[in-house]
């Protein structure tokens, strides 16, 4: 009687033991995943989720453009089951070449703001962003006063002429500015301004972020646009060329005192085909979780898109706080096709 209490609290142990050892849980189970991402910190982002859910992440790494053509190329055949690309742009280019599915996931839709996922509308959504990131504004220090590149509009007025550095209008990190900024104001001020700046160029258009931002440090450039993590990233740097171009860079919070900082996403959603789609939803949730939140979004210095999850990023926290715009995402990966028509107008190349 004693010993086969003894057997069975013994059997009860190492049941449970299993469990905890993820030996029960979906051990079989797969998930594809298609990333335009590839950080160092994505490494611990994934294993947790493989730790947490006994589902095994297979990964394919590619730029933006090779993952959505590769997608199409495969239709119903693809084993994709989550897309991760960066930039709203990219991201509706995706949603419109049909490769998502919409989701419905209460969990998706309570921590991730609206603002910051596709606006299909309807029963679910197409996309969601994960992590948030600014366009902001770098000036040479020596040679340009703050106050005078202070707005995305100042950029394109007369006083900057000939000091304007960019890359290319057709990049996604600019159609999505241009399409912010179409929103807010229409297409007319919007044309003007595309026009004022391929007036202002110090140069043609080339390279990218990270270039602008040396270029400026070199003088060849007063001032340039580039997403907030190439600047973090230098900050970052224990290189001493990096540490130089940043002695020599300001950087500014555009448009703190009417519409605020135009903010962009990386994110994704479910495959159209997704053979795993319970996985992928899973996927999804456990990205939105205050954990994934935090690896996510400093893995590249970004931001967490769930509000109440805080990083403590060094570089980030030394930029301090600034206002946001105020326009949705959604709205943005729309416009970006208008945006193409006016940069074509204005042969902002
Ligand atoms: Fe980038």
Redesign the pocket.
């Known amino acids: 009687m004693f010993s086969g209490c003894l057997k069975r609290s013994t059997f009860v142990g190492i049941f449970a033991s299993l469990i905890a050892h993820g030996v029960f849980a979906q051990s079989n189970q797969v998930l594809n995943l298609y990333s335009a991402r590839h950080y160092q910190t994505d490494e611990a982002l994934y294993a947790n989720f493989t730790k947490q859910t006994g589902i095994k992440i297979n990964r394919i790494e590619a730029d933006d453009n090779v993952i959505i053509e590769r997608l199409k190329s495969e239709g119903k055949n693809s084993p994709a089951d989550v897309i991760l690309l960066?930039?709203a742009a990219r991201l509706w280019r995706a949603e419109i070449e049909g490769l998502f599915q919409p989701v419905k996931s209460k969990t998706l839709e309570q921590r991730i703001p609206k603002n910051f996922r596709s606006t299909d509308g309807g029963d679910g959504s197409q996309w969601f962003g994960f992590s948030s990131?600014a366009r902001v504004i770098v000036y040479n220090k020596a040679s340009i006063k703050p106050s005078d590149v202070d707005t995305y509009e100042k950029l394109a007025e007369p006083i900057n002429k000939g000091k304007v550095c960019t890359r290319s209008g057709s990049h996604p990190?600019m159609l999505s500015l241009i399409g912010a900024m179409y929103e807010r104001q229409g297409e007319a001020k919007t044309e003007a301004w595309a026009k004022g700046m391929v007036t202002n160029m110090a140069r043609a258009p080339k390279g990218?972020?990270t270039d602008q931002i040396r270029a400026v440090a070199s003088g060849e450039c007063g001032v340039a646009l580039t997403?907030s993590?190439?600047f973090a990233r230098l900050m970052r740097s224990d290189k001493p060329a990096d540490q130089e171009v940043v002695s020599k860079v300001g950087y500014i919070w555009p448009n703190q005192a009417t519409s605020g900082t135009h903010m962009n996403v990386s994110g994704g959603g479910v495959a159209k085909h997704a053979p795993n789609k319970a996985a992928a939803i899973q996927f999804l949730e456990y990205l939105a979780s205050d954990q994934a939140q935090q690896y996510f979004a400093d893995g590249?210095n970004e931001w967490p898109t769930v509000k109440s999850v805080k990083t403590n990023n060094p570089a980030l926290n030394k930029l301090g706080d600034f206002k946001m715009e105020n326009v949705s995402i959604g709205a943005i990966g729309k416009n970006q096709i208008y945006a193409q028509k006016i940069l074509d107008k204005v042969s902002y190349k």
């Open positions: 960066v930039d990131r990190y990218g972020d997403n993590y190439y590249n």
